[in-house]
Each structure stands twice: as structure tokens, then as C-alpha cells.
């Protein structure tokens, strides 16, 4: 394997991650949300298996699995159940403009590559586009966290984001594996949590719209 | 032997008693133990650094694997911590003795004193002999924290959780003044250790910055103006001997950071930084002194005229800075000399005001001067020690006041050699404030000891006031006996001082005093002025003698009894005396209606109403109003603004996170 086609390829599938990321910032339908969440972290699975591959680190390669496992099965069908139950999979979330998201996101992009490239001059090629590609999946998770009103988009920006996380991980060399584990378990643990969350909001508040809480709230306080 | 790891260990020692009081501050004869304790420890810590002062050997230095895991905990044993080690034990040693007596025994809450006084006295040792920023930040702030412990202990009084809370607020932004003063001196490499310090030079813009902070830092703990205000509220709030503590040495170990740091770490100074220092030493001693005259509270009042010695001993060593900046040794050695004098001076005679405050506190249940007087007959012999003290700190001659601070007017005195035209003109009016400041602190002593110990008792408590204990008698005469000693012997105080000052001082000091012919004091070879205390004592009590002997001898006999003299006053109450406030009137309309806008306000009831006649007098404080109040004010507004966002929804919250990440990284791209 020369160096080449393997730069090529990290890069393609890290860059697969940023494409993915703004696909997801104009689904408005959650089961379409939660669809191309479980693709995000499914490139995230084989971008971290190419990186383990190229950087012969076994360890990622049981990252690798730990993000295909449990970020693209695991969850996005716990996800969909939860939707499902909760009665709001076919129901439309007001998303706002595109085009104004799209542009939104691609200045993001913008900036990390700025603020990345030259910060890491020192780091080799590979390192650097890959710390540049997650910090704009980061940026585009909280883009995605700041526009949706519905608890489940949120929990599902704030998965994309440790997704992000997980891409500069794997792309930094000699990160311990522990570090990994631990990552995921709380993330899935913060799954199970907001789960039961949403049931007791619902329970509560009769929605999972975040605007409702809010005028819940306006109200106490006035 | 070496000595560092010995004097090390007493603070620890001290530690070990400090816990041991919070398990056993209740029980009968605690107080005693802890008290005998803390004054073996100190008298040790105290005969250790006399024999270090004096032998003056090399600096000892020792690394702990303590603090820092990359740092270490450095400590280090100069001649410059020996002499405020000294300073700090003294003042422990006498407190100690102090409370030993009825004072200790009676206090209502023991456990809130006795587990912190010695931690408190421990912390001061330390930071004397840390020798990196992170054991000395360590230390100076456990030093802070224990005594605002202290003042805390009679915490159901309002005005002393008010004090309290101040106290904490000043010290935090003291300590974080110096936290960013050490990280502007450690430099971007990060060395923490004084050695490393001492070796890098910073650029003279950052050293400038560094000094501006230490001001802040150390003047803040030492009550310079206008960073003073805690300091007349939280050390009389304290139990009297920790006052001491607090007013004689606290602000001592204050200035040996502001010593150590500007000195010995900050490399070579300019000269505009002793103007800097010179007119906010200038500024403290008369403000100080003005503020002690208003006061009606005693233990305040003290505390006030530790501003002023604290302007004093800033004086001095901004003039050693001018000095230094124009390489000038000589006149830098009597400068330095003149403010560590007056430093050692200070603590004596603050110490041995304060304890006499408290024995009259104790018997009396007073600090009100306005419900004193007339305890000369009951306590006697406090009397005479306050006397003594309000004569050290009023500056008379043959007392130790006297001597530093006509060292520090012989300094002065160098300062037309000096090449600036600014400090030409500064030093000279900073001469004329002192000056001000000794005659108005004199006046204030005057009142101080007047309204208290003479007159006629104008309180039940006052007139039934028993004298102190023999242990606090023991403490007060054994530093009024220092103070004198000081005076008439100040040579030997020179010459002890000779190699802290040959350390500060590129190895320039003064010449040796001691065998100058009849011990006397000559500063300067080639100025022709000299003080000699012996011979001032000798003549005072020659000539007194012989004043007795003339009046009885040429004197008649004959006992003649007539009316005394009432004043056209028939009555003769108590009430008709001179009061604190009526003794400091003059003063109060000369410079009070200036500086404080002092109103007099007389209510005279119209013919056939029964009430009295009132006279009010308001004061403003300056600095309270023109700094203090509008920085609360600004900073109560921020907060008031900043308050809401603690009741953002989560979207809200999530967006500020957004767009504060955002434009810190559009601030880096811009930036680079």
C-alpha cells in the first residue's frame, strides 16, 4: 500500500463525515434524521477501520467496532423505537431555511479548516485533514443542536458531535483505547438517560417540543 | 547544624498543635497548653533566627518533594527572611505570653481561636521561607484564610462578619494579584523557583506590569492607601493579641513580599519605580494618621496609625528604589535601613499598643475612648507600658521611633543628588508629608493615651478597671523594654541589619556602627549628622534629676490647699473632660474639612423645649466613596445583568456555547 491511496482514502471517508453532517441538517423528518445518523456513524466505523488499518493500531479497530455496534445500530434503533412510541415519527419539524443552514455550515467548515490548518503545521498531512474534517463535524453538531426544537434532534446532534470527537481521536496517534470505551459508554448512557427523560417530559408536558418547555418555563418565572 | 530544616519543622510542630486544639479547645487548661506551646515554639524559631542573622552565613537552601509534582516545594534561609523571622516570632513569642495569662483563659468561643492562632503563626514562618511562587502563594494565602479565621471568632457581631467578608474580598484580590505578578516574573518557560526567577530579566514594560501588581498584592495586605479599608475593620475585630499579631507582623510579612519580590527577583529597578512607591508611602502616612485622629474606637485607632507606619515604611523603600535606579548605594543601604528599622520599630510598638488595648479591654469590657479614662489609677502599670509605646510610635527621642524615622529624614536628605527633576521635587514633598504625619501622629497618641488613661473615668467599668495579670504585664514591659532598648542602642539594630541590607543592596550597606566612638548612630560618613540615643537618655535623666532635685531643694515647703480651677464649671461630671472627639476638633476642622468634608452640625432647641443641645459631626471617607462604593456599584450592576443568563432556556444556552466557540475560533484565525 503506498502512502497515496491511503491518504486518499481517510480523507474521502472524513470528508464522507462532513457530507453526511450536512445531510443531516435539513432532514425534517426524525426517522429520516435518525437514518442518516446511523450513516454518519457507520462512515465514522470505517473511517476509524482505515485508521486503524494505515496506523496499525490494532486497538482502533475494536473502536472501529465499538462505533458500528453501538452509534450505528445500537442506538439509531433505540432512537427509532423511542420515536415510534412516542408517536412522532411522522411528524414534521419546521427546520428553518436550507440554504441559510447550508451556508451556515459551509462557513463552519471554513473555519475549522483555518483555524486547524495552521495550528497543526507541524503534524503530518493526514493529522491535520483529519483534525480539520472533525472539528467541522463538531461545529456542524452544534449547528444542528442550536436549530432543532425536538429533544430527539437534539440528542441526535449532540451524538453526531461525539462522532466528530471520536473521528480526531482515531486520527491523532497513540490515543489509549480506554479513553474510547469510556466515550462510548457514556454516550450510551446518556442515550438511556435522555430516554427515560423524554418518557417523563411526555408524561409531563403531553410533547418532546423544546419551544413548549420553554413557554412552561416563561410562564413560572413571571 | 543546619538550621532551615530545623526552623522548617517548628511550623509544622505548630500545625500539629493546631490540630490538636480543634479536638481539645474546650477543655480546662487547653488554652494554656496551646498558648505555652506556641511560645516555646516561637522563642525557638526566634533564638534560631538571631543565631542565623548573626552568624550570617551563605543562604541555606532545601527542596521537599511537596506542592507542585514538577516544582517541589524550595525553601530557602537568608539573612533577609532570618531578620522578618525574627519580626514574626517576636511578635508571636509576646502574643503568646500574652494570652498565656487571664486574657487567654477567658476567651467565650475557645475553639474558634485556639486551633487557628497557631496555624496562623505557622503560615507566617512559611512564608518567610518559601522560595518558589507556589509555596510562597501557598502559604501567603493560609496565612490570610487563618486570620480571617481569627477575626471571624466573635462572629455574631455584625460589624465583624462585615469586616470579615471585606477582609476575605481584599485578600483574594491580593493573592490574585500576585498569582499573575509571579506568572508575569516565571515568564512563558514556567520557572517557578525563586532561583530561576532571580536569573531570567524581563523586558522593562513586563517588569513594570509585574511591580504594578506586587503593589496590589502586597499593599493590599499591608494596608497601603487606598487599599487600606479592610484593615482598620478586621484587625481590631479580632481577639486583642491576634490584633497584635496582625497590625505588628501580618503587615511585616506583607512587606517582605513586597521586599522580596521588588529586590531580590525583579531585577534591577528604574527609577520612576520609586516614585511610584514613594508617593503612595507618602499618601498612606498621612491619611493614616488623619484617619487614626477621627477615631473614637481605641483598637481602631491603632489600626488606622498601622496605615500611616505602613506609608513609613513604604517611604523608605521607595527611596531605596530611586536610589538603586541611579546607582546609587549608598543612599539605597541608609534607605533600606531606614524601612527595615522602622518595619522591626513598628512591630514592637504596634505589638505593645495593641496587647495594652486589649488588657483594657479585658478590665474594662471597652474600646470606646469616649467611655474611658482615668485608668492610670487602677492599672498603673499598663499605663506605663502604653505610655512608653505611644511614645516609640509618636517618634520622641530617646524611643526606637525616633531613630528610624530620622533615618528615614537622612535619606531624604541625600535625595537633591538625585538626577531626575521629578524626584528632585517629589522626595522633598514626600519629606514634608512625613513630617506632616509624625507631628499629627504624635497629636494622635496624645489622644490616645490622654483619653484613655488619664482624666476621670467616664464609665462605672472604666472606674472599677483592676489591674492586668503578671504574664500580659511580662509581655507589655518586655517590649516597652525593647523599645527603649532600640533607641538607645540603635547601632547594634544597624549593624544587625548590615547583611539584609548588603543582601538587597549589591553588597553596599552601611559602615559599621558599633565601633563608632559612644555607640553612635552615623548614617553617612560624609554628611555630618549623627544621633546617639545613649547620650540623649543620659542627658534627659541627668537634667530630670537634677529638675527634682532643684524643685524640692529651692521649694517651699509650705502646703497651700486652694479651690481647683473648674473651668467656670461648677459641677464637676465626667462628661465636662475633654472627649476623643473634642481633642481631635482643631485637627478635624483643619485637615478634616478638606480631606473628609467634615460637618459640624449644631441643633440648638428653641427656648422652653426641653431636649438638649446636639452638636453632629459627619465625615465622609474619600476612598471609600470615590473607589470603593462605585467599583461595588459596577460590579453589583454586571452581576445584575449577568443574572439573567442563569435563567436562559436551553436552546438560549446552547447558542451562547455556539456563538462564544465560534468567535473564539474566528478570534484565533484572526489573530495568528
Redesign the interface.
Known sequence: MHDGLAFDIAHLLAGGMVLVSFLMLYQDRLSALLNVFALHSLVLALAVGWQAYIQEAHHLYLTAGIALVFKAIIIPTALHRIVRRLGIHRSLEVVGGVGRDMLAGTALVALAILVMLPVTAAADALTREDLAFALAVVLLGLLLMINRHNAVSLVVGFMSLENGLMLAAAGARGMPLVVEISIAFSVLIALIVIGVFLFRIRERFDSVDMQAMDTFREKRRR | MPLLPVLLSLPVVLLAVGVFAVAAARQPGCSRLVYGLTLAIAMTALGLALAQLLAAPAPATLTLPLGLPWLGAHFRLDALSAFFLIVVNLGGVVASLFALGHYGQHEPEPERVLPFYPAFLASMNLVLLADDAFTFLFAWEFMSLSSWALVMAHHRESATARAGYLYLVMACFGTLALLLAFGLLAGPSGGYDFATIRAGALTPELAALALVLVLLGTGSKAGLVPLHVWLPLAHPAAPSHVSALMSGVMTKVAVYGFIRITFDLLGEPVWWWGGLVLALGGISAVLGVLYALMQQDLKRLLAYSTVENIGIIFIGLGLALAFQGNQMEAGAALALTAALLHAFNHSLFKSLLFLGAGAVLTATGERNMERLGGLIRGMPWTALAFLIGAAAIAALPPLNGFVSEWLTFQAILVSPELPQWLLKFLVPAVGALLALSAALAAACFVKAFGITFLGRPRSPAAAQARETDCYALTALFALAALCLLAGILPGLVVDGLAPVVGLLNGDARLIAQHDQPWLTLVPLVEVKSTYNGLLVLLFMALSGTVAVFLIHRLASNAVRRGPAWDCGFADANPAFQYTASSFSQPIRRVFGSVVFQAREQIFMPPPGDSRPARLEVKWRDPVWERVYAPLAAAVTAVSGRCNSLQ?L???RY??L??GV??LL??G??LW?
Request: glycine share 0%.
Open positions: 435563567y432556556t436551553i436552546r446552547l447558542r456555547v455556539f466557540l465560534v475560533l474566528l484565533i484565525v495568528r
